[in-house]
């Protein structure tokens, strides 16, 4: 599977500190350092597979967990000065409700904006990535690494991933550049990312 950006990773290393709170860099390396582990599981064997399995499922739901609490809801409420505001004072923003991508009806959306649909529908199509990546995730985390019937299933969820990443990267990460304070936003998820760690430390 050919690597997004594994040019640009190397070129980016040596301004890593300067990025370290931009947010959407900081989901590209959360996706980079997905990609590895799957690579590095696939070509690993015997006990090591088991526990690189656990570093991308433990990854992968501490990066989800940043997305749902923090970037998704920040995209969904860049219109609005009140909930960015309570995004700079450390507060959750409110999430708003979200439907499955399938029920997805653009007579909902104010003045039938084109470009807020189609976001919108990125938001509610990544929610639902997320809840198929954790089904994935509960169905493999305790049977055996060495199994061919796991290491099918990891290829699985490689491809469900990249695909999530694709669609993040090319069309939501576009958008999200140019709407909010990713900076700001970048402060947050590090803090929460801290705290996440922290209690499973």
Do not use: C, W
């Amino acid at each position: 599977m050919p690597k997004r950006d594994s040019g640009k990773t190397q070129a980016t290393s040596s301004s890593k500190k300067t990025r370290s709170t931009d947010a959407i860099q900081m989901l590209k390396d959360d996706h980079r350092k997905v990609e590895a582990l799957f690579d590095q599981f696939l070509e690993e064997e015997g006990g090591k597979k088991q526990q690189t399995a656990q570093q991308i499922f433990h990854e992968l739901e501490v990066h989800s967990t940043l997305e749902e609490e923090l970037f998704y809801p920040a995209f969904q409420n860049r219109g609005n000065p009140a909930a960015l505001a309570s995004l700079e004072q450390g507060e959750e923003p409110e999430r708003e409700e979200t439907m499955d991508a399938t029920e997805f009806d653009e007579d909902e959306h104010i003045d039938g904006d084109t470009t807020e649909e189609d976001a919108e529908e990125m938001i509610a199509g990544s929610y639902d990535d997320h809840r198929v990546v954790r089904d994935m995730i509960a169905e493999l985390r305790n049977n055996d690494a060495s199994s061919l019937e796991f290491r099918q299933s990891m290829i699985q969820l490689q491809q469900t991933v990249m695909d999530h990443v694709s669609q993040e990267e090319d069309e939501l990460f576009p958008q999200a550049q140019l709407s909010i304070d990713i900076k700001t936003l970048g402060m947050h998820m590090q803090q929460r990312r801290h705290e996440i760690l922290s209690a499973v430390a």
